[in-house]
Protein backbone atom coordinates (compact mmCIF):
# COMPACT_ATOMS: atom_id res chain seq x y z
CA UNK A 1 0.00 0.00 0.00
CA UNK A 2 1.36 3.17 -0.84
CA UNK A 3 2.21 6.04 1.84
CA UNK A 4 -0.63 8.59 2.49
CA UNK A 5 -0.35 11.77 1.71
CA UNK A 6 -2.16 14.69 2.15
CA UNK A 7 -5.72 14.70 0.90
CA UNK A 8 -5.54 10.81 0.66
CA UNK A 9 -6.99 7.86 3.10
CA UNK A 10 -5.65 6.94 6.42
CA UNK A 11 -3.76 3.71 6.33
CA UNK A 12 -6.63 1.29 8.13
CA UNK A 13 -5.30 -1.56 10.15
CA UNK A 14 -6.26 -4.03 12.14
CA UNK A 15 -5.20 -4.29 15.80
CA UNK A 16 -5.54 -7.98 17.28
CA UNK A 17 -4.27 -8.54 20.97
CA UNK A 18 -4.02 -11.91 22.10
CA UNK A 19 -2.53 -12.81 25.76
CA UNK A 20 0.90 -13.86 26.12
CA UNK A 21 0.28 -15.90 29.38
CA UNK A 22 -1.40 -18.07 27.37
CA UNK A 23 1.22 -19.53 25.56
CA UNK A 24 4.29 -18.33 28.29
CA UNK A 25 2.27 -19.96 31.63
CA UNK A 26 -0.15 -21.64 30.70
CA UNK A 27 1.27 -24.30 27.91
CA UNK A 28 -1.03 -23.99 25.45
CA UNK A 29 0.01 -24.62 21.87
CA UNK A 30 0.83 -22.11 19.96
CA UNK A 31 -1.69 -23.57 17.36
CA UNK A 32 -4.40 -23.28 19.50
CA UNK A 33 -3.50 -19.45 20.10
CA UNK A 34 -2.97 -18.22 16.74
CA UNK A 35 -6.93 -19.99 16.19
CA UNK A 36 -8.27 -17.47 18.75
CA UNK A 37 -6.68 -14.69 16.88
CA UNK A 38 -8.26 -15.74 13.80
CA UNK A 39 -11.36 -16.62 15.40
CA UNK A 40 -11.75 -12.56 16.91
CA UNK A 41 -10.66 -10.69 14.10
CA UNK A 42 -12.94 -12.37 11.51
CA UNK A 43 -15.67 -12.09 14.43
CA UNK A 44 -14.84 -8.85 14.60
CA UNK A 45 -15.21 -8.16 10.80
CA UNK A 46 -18.26 -9.93 11.19
CA UNK A 47 -19.83 -7.79 13.22
CA UNK A 48 -18.94 -4.52 11.53
CA UNK A 49 -18.66 -5.64 8.16
CA UNK A 50 -21.47 -2.62 6.86
CA UNK A 51 -18.96 -0.19 8.63
CA UNK A 52 -17.37 1.74 5.60
CA UNK A 53 -13.48 1.78 6.96
CA UNK A 54 -14.48 -2.13 7.09
CA UNK A 55 -15.51 -2.03 3.99
CA UNK A 56 -12.25 -0.32 2.30
CA UNK A 57 -10.19 -2.64 4.47
CA UNK A 58 -11.75 -5.36 2.65
CA UNK A 59 -11.48 -3.85 -0.90
CA UNK A 60 -7.51 -3.58 -0.12
CA UNK A 61 -7.53 -7.34 0.23
CA UNK A 62 -4.21 -8.04 -0.51
CA UNK A 63 -2.39 -5.30 1.12
CA UNK A 64 -4.65 -5.73 4.75
CA UNK A 65 -2.70 -4.36 7.71
CA UNK A 66 -3.01 -6.15 10.90
CA UNK A 67 -0.69 -5.86 14.17
CA UNK A 68 -0.74 -8.52 16.94
CA UNK A 69 0.09 -7.49 20.03
CA UNK A 70 0.23 -8.89 23.66
CA UNK A 71 -1.24 -8.92 26.66
CA UNK A 72 0.61 -9.89 29.58
CA UNK A 73 -2.69 -11.37 31.39
CA UNK A 74 -6.43 -11.74 31.06
CA UNK A 75 -6.59 -8.61 34.04
CA UNK A 76 -5.17 -6.71 31.04
CA UNK A 77 -6.71 -8.14 28.04
CA UNK A 78 -10.42 -7.08 30.09
CA UNK A 79 -9.00 -3.81 31.26
CA UNK A 80 -8.22 -3.05 27.02
CA UNK A 81 -11.22 -4.08 26.14
CA UNK A 82 -12.81 -1.55 29.07
CA UNK A 83 -10.76 1.44 28.04
CA UNK A 84 -11.94 0.54 24.35
CA UNK A 85 -15.23 0.59 25.41
CA UNK A 86 -15.35 3.76 27.39
CA UNK A 87 -13.28 5.17 24.14
CA UNK A 88 -16.03 3.96 21.87
CA UNK A 89 -13.72 1.95 19.99
CA UNK A 90 -15.33 -1.01 17.99
CA UNK A 91 -13.67 -4.00 18.95
CA UNK A 92 -14.79 -7.89 20.26
CA UNK A 93 -13.60 -9.38 22.99
CA UNK A 94 -13.16 -13.45 22.04
CA UNK A 95 -14.35 -15.23 24.92
CA UNK A 96 -13.35 -19.47 24.30
CA UNK A 97 -16.02 -21.63 24.65
CA UNK A 98 -17.36 -23.41 26.87
CA UNK A 99 -14.20 -22.86 29.42
CA UNK A 100 -15.54 -18.88 29.34
CA UNK A 101 -12.06 -17.96 29.24
CA UNK A 102 -10.96 -14.30 28.04
CA UNK A 103 -8.47 -15.39 25.29
CA UNK A 104 -7.96 -12.21 22.47
CA UNK A 105 -9.76 -8.63 21.60
CA UNK A 106 -9.66 -7.37 18.06
CA UNK A 107 -10.37 -4.06 16.41
CA UNK A 108 -12.71 -3.33 13.30
CA UNK A 109 -10.43 -1.67 10.84
CA UNK A 110 -9.45 1.86 11.93
CA UNK A 111 -7.29 4.33 10.33
CA UNK A 112 -4.01 4.11 12.44
CA UNK A 113 -3.64 7.39 13.95
CA UNK A 114 -6.99 6.85 15.25
CA UNK A 115 -6.24 3.64 17.65
CA UNK A 116 -2.73 3.69 18.27
CA UNK A 117 -2.85 5.46 20.95
CA UNK A 118 -5.16 3.21 22.85
CA UNK A 119 -2.61 0.74 21.70
CA UNK A 120 0.98 1.60 22.79
CA UNK A 121 1.74 0.25 26.33
CA UNK A 122 0.88 -3.21 24.75
CA UNK A 123 4.38 -4.68 22.96
CA UNK A 124 4.10 -6.98 19.61
CA UNK A 125 3.31 -10.85 20.64
CA UNK A 126 6.36 -13.07 20.44
Not at 55 to 73: F, I, T
Not at 97 to 120: D, F, G, R
Amino acid sequence: MAATGAGSPSRLVQYVVVRSDLVHQLSWPLGAVITQACHAATAAIHLHYGDPDTQRYLEELDSMHKVVLGAPDQAALSGLSDTLTQAGVSHKLWIEQPENIPTCLALKPYPKETVQPLMKKFKLFK
